[in-house]
């Protein structure tokens, strides 16, 4: 195989390999595959980083629950944006 075979076999390797390396990525991920809301990874990824995971797995789960909501993702940001001082990691 010549070298630049070898290369691009190396660069699609690398495409299939998971690219999360931290425990709020992995959050982040399963929130946003939750709510069917895939267009938002990174903003979830976001929320995992800065807040209590486990309080927004909980919200999330909650949302995701409720049948007559159309807009998953939305209707989690408006019930965090209430609870937005209860959810702030302590230091």
């Known amino acids: 195989m010549s070298i630049k075979k070898e290369y691009f076999e190396t660069i699609k390797?690398?495409?299939a390999k998971s690219k999360v390396y931290k425990k709020?990525?992995?959050t982040g991920l399963i929130i946003a595959e939750v709510l069917h809301d895939d267009a938002h990874k990174s903003l979830y990824i976001k929320l995992?980083?800065?807040?209590d995971e486990n309080r927004l797995?909980?919200?999330a789960k909650d949302v995701a629950e409720r049948k007559n909501?159309?807009?998953k993702g939305a209707y989690f940001m408006k019930i965090l944006q209430k609870?937005?001082?209860r959810l702030q990691k302590k230091s």
């Open 13 to 15: 390797g690398r495409g």
């Open 24 to 26: 709020f990525q992995l």
């Open 48 to 51: 995992a980083k800065d807040h």
């Open 57 to 59: 797995m909980s919200l």
């Open 69 to 71: 909501i159309t807009n």
């Open 83 to 85: 609870e937005k001082g």
